[in-house]
C-alpha cells in the first residue's frame, strides 16, 4: 500500500506550483480546479474586523463561496423567491451589478441548506451560476445575460449543493439526487447542453466535480458519489472507470498530484441505522407495517430527516426505503491514494496507493499543500498526512477555535487558512509537524469557504463579505 516518496519530489513541486493556476484568478469552488491553493504570497497572518480591512461589504444571507476572475468578485444569494447573482470590484468591494431570478418552482431546504448553496464559477467571459430552483444562468462582466438553462425539478431532500465547474468550453455541472442523477456538460458561450449522461447508483451527493490530467491520457471528469468514484471523459462523457467507495453524502472534491488522485470520504463499515424490524417496534404504533412522519417525528436525532428516507414522497417508509437508507454508503472509505493509470471499468484494489481512516471530516474537503496533506473536522481536530504514504504526520487541535466546519481549508504563501462556523479562522504554518500561528475571530457564523487571490483573503460570513490584506505592505 505504500509508495516510494523520493518518486514523487518533482511531481509534487511541478503540480504545486501549478495548482495556484493564474495569479489573481479563485474562478470556482475552492479556486483553480478545486485545489484550494493559491500561488501568490503576502497574505496577512492577523486579520479581524478591526485588523487589516482592506473592505467590507454587507451582503445577504448565502452559503455559496465568493470567487474571482480578472478583478471581478462574484456570488449568489437568495431574498424570498428572489435568486440574486451580484458583482463587486474585488479591489474596491464596490457593487458594479446584481441579477435576479424569479424562483419559479420553490420548494423547502432542509435547515442546513439554502437556495444559494453552490458556488458560482467563473472566467474572463463573465459568471455562470446555479440554483436548484432555477437552473443555469450566465452573465457577461458588464452583468449583460448571455444565456439560461432551466433544469430540475430535482429530489434531493437536504438541497443541492454542488458546483458547476469551467472546463473545456463548457460548464460541467453533478446533480446527484434521490432518483435520475445526472452529470451535464453545457457550451460555455451558447448555454446548448453538449451532452448529458446518467449516474446509476448515485444517490443523493453533493461533490463538486475536478479535472485530472494524467500524461498521455486525455482529461477526465472525476466524480466522487455516495457508492462510487467514478472518471467520465471530458469531451464526451463516457465512463471510463469507476471504484466502490463508502461515502455517507460525498461532499467536497477530491485533488490531484501529477498521476495520483486524493479523496476523502467518512462512512461506516456497518449499517448505522437498526434493522427495519427493530424499527417497526420502536415507531410503529398502528401496527401497519410501515412508519408515517407524525410517528417518526419523536425521534429526536432523525425524526427531522423522515424526507430523506421517504424517497417517494407519499408520506409512509416501507422496508425497501429503510433499508436503501440503512446501507447507503457503505463500504470502503477514508483518506486515500489511488493512481488510476490507463484503467478502464472497475478498478481494482491494488491500485490504491494508501488508505487512512482516522479523524475524517465530513463536510471539509481536504487540502494537499507542498507535499502534505491536510484534513480539519468538527471540534477544529486538524490532520496532516505526508502525501506520497499517508504516514499519520500530526494530529491535534486548534484549542480556540473548536465546534462545527463547513467551510474546506485553503492554503498559500506557507499558511493553511481554516475557518470555523463560529467564525474563526485558525491560521497555521504549513508543514507536517504543523503549528498554529494564529486564531483570528471576524465575529460573526462562516459556512462559506474563503476565496485567496494575490495576497488578499475574502470571507463571506452571515451578514457580510470581507477582504482582508496586509495593510503593512504598501501594494495592498
Known sequence: MGHDSASWAVPLVVSFLAAGGVQGQWPQFRGPNGSGVDAASGYPMEFSPS??????????????????????????????????????????????????????????????????????????????????????????????????????????FYGMAASPILAGGMVVLVCDQQRDSFLLAVDRTSGNIRWKVERTGAPIGWATPMVFRPSGNP??????????LDSYSLS???????????????????????????????????????????????????????????????????????????????????????????TMGIGEFGAFALRPGSAQGKIEPSAVLWRFKKNLPYIPAPVLYQGVYYMVRTGGIITSLDAATGRLLKEGRSSEAPGDYYASPVAADGKIFLAGEEGKITVLKAGGEWDVLRVNDVG????????????????????????????????K
Not at 108 to 124: C, G, I, V
Not at 219 to 228: A, E, H, M
Not at 444 to 466: D, N
Open 51 to 156: 485588523k487589516n480591512v482592506i473592505w467590507k461589504k454587507a451582503v445577504l444571507y448565502g452559503q455559496s463561496s465568493p470567487v474571482l476572475a480578472d478583478g471581478r468578485l462574484y456570488l449568489t444569494a437568495s431574498d424570498g423567491n428572489q435568486l440574486m447573482v451580484f458583482c463587486l470590484n474585488a479591489k474596491s468591494g464596490q457593487e458594479l451589478w446584481r441579477r435576479e431570478l424569479h424562483r419559479e418552482r420553490p420548494h423547502k431546504t432542509f435547515k442546513a441548506n439554502d437556495p444559494a448553496s453552490p458556488t458560482p464559477a467563473a472566467d474572463e467571459r463573465g459568471v455562470v451560476a446555479f440554483f436548484a430552483d432555477y437552473g443555469l444562468a450566465a452573465y457577461s462582466p458588464d452583468g449583460k445575460e448571455q444565456w439560461k438553462l432551466p433544469l430540475g425539478p430535482f429530489k434531493n
Open 219 to 228: 482529461p477526465q471528469l472525476i466524480v466522487l458519489g455516495s457508492t462510487r
Open 236 to 326: 464526451s462523457g463516457e465512463r471510463m472507470w469507476w471504484m466502490p467507495v463508502g461515502s455517507g453524502g460525498s461532499l467536497g472534491t477530491p485533488v490531484a498530484s501529477d498521476e495520483t488522485l486524493m479523496v476523502s470520504t467518512l462512512s461506516s463499515n456497518e449499517p448505522w441505522m437498526p434493522t427495519f424490524d427493530s424499527a417497526l417496534a420502536k415507531y410503529d404504533k398502528d401496527g401497519d407495517g410501515r412508519i408515517s412522519q407524525r410517528e417518526f417525528a419523536v425521534d429526536p436525532d432523525l425524526g427531522e430527516h423522515f424526507g430523506w428516507i421517504d424517497t417517494d414522497s407519499n408520506g409512509q417508509i416501507d422496508a425497501r426505503e429503510w433499508n436503501e437508507a440503512r
Open 444 to 475: 460573526e457564523e462562516i459556512h462559506a469557504t474563503p476565496a485567496l487571490s494575490g495576497g488578499r483573503i475574502y470571507v463571506r460570513t452571515r451578514s457580510s463579505l470581507y477582504c482582508f490584506g496586509n495593510l503593512a505592505d504598501p501594494a
